[in-house]
């Protein structure tokens, strides 16, 4: 970021420049030539290089931002509070499907009608411990496989599109859950659910990240982890309605034919979003991330789209020149080892205080 003299941090380096001098090492922008509005592209120059008006404006915008209070972020961007709440609650399905599941195993009901073995103690139907085990591993094993791919797609698609496909996805593979007639049915339908459970983790905190200013980040962020609670309550209060109330198959398939009703208002939000501006800069759509950084920002003086646009354009260029050359296994040298770690180790805090241990 961009001091009051437009000096800046290289990201991973001990070096300062200023940012014309970081504009200057870098290769000749990477921008795709689509056409933009006449305020942007008056900026740049025939060979893609900045001008001084883009350099102003990105400090412009990067200071507007660090000097922006939560007070002042919230009245300046209701919209993009809305929208990222909106694709956050996603995650609320995650937390209701675990916590259903878990509470399937000591109801009758559901032992007698999945049973795949016989109890010794009282000669009733029951659920074998490694079927118990594997069926309550395998969404786990889904998600492994969700957050694997949603980076790569999304990147590819964008955010919307990815969204939307993975909540089509979930609605579909309710079906599968909601019929499902054998403890086979049942492994099949927890895994295909954790894939798009683990794409929701991944893109409802990027999305959060880059479609909100700094100062809302940590608080909406965090509105990701709390989704997940929220889905436990939910869950809980409905196997307490359904347990004493219900009988034989409708104690348990009614937990499930619950879950629709999370997916399909979310997929109306998620088609009527914008994208994320970032992800339309980095992909040469200019003119399309003024527009959406117009829906995600009340008018104020605050909020300058097209200041907004040159800081967005100046971080991608300087991430591509740092990034020029590197692989995942950089990583894992150097300072970018030391990030490595404080990263794994903040999302590690989740389970190693015991929440794994839950509803087993």
Partial sequence: MADEKGIIDMPGTNRRMSVGQAYNERRASRVSGVQRKESVSRHFSEDRRPSAGIINDAANATEAEQKMTVWQGIKSYP?????????????????????????????????????????????????????????????LIGQIGGLFIAGIIADKFGFKKVMAGALAVVIGVIFILFFSTSVVMLLIGEVLMGFPLGVFQTLTVTYASEVCPVVLRPYLTTYVNLCWVIGQFIASAVVKGTSGSLSGELAFRIPWALQWVFPVPILVGVILAPESPWWLVRKGRLDDARKAIVRLASKTDLVKPDEQIAMMVHTDELEKEINSGTTYFDCFKGVDLRRTEVAVGVWMCQNLCGSGLMGE
């Fill in 79 to 139: 919209a993009a509070i809305g929208w990222s709440v909106c694709f956050s609650s996603a995650i609320i399905m995650e937390g209701y499907d675990l916590t259903v599941l878990g509470s399937f195993w000591p109801n009758d009901n559901f032992q007698d009608y999945f049973g795949n073995t016989i109890n010794p103690e009282d000669g009733t139907p029951l659920v074998s411990p490694s079927w118990q085990a594997g069926i309550g591993n395998a969404m």
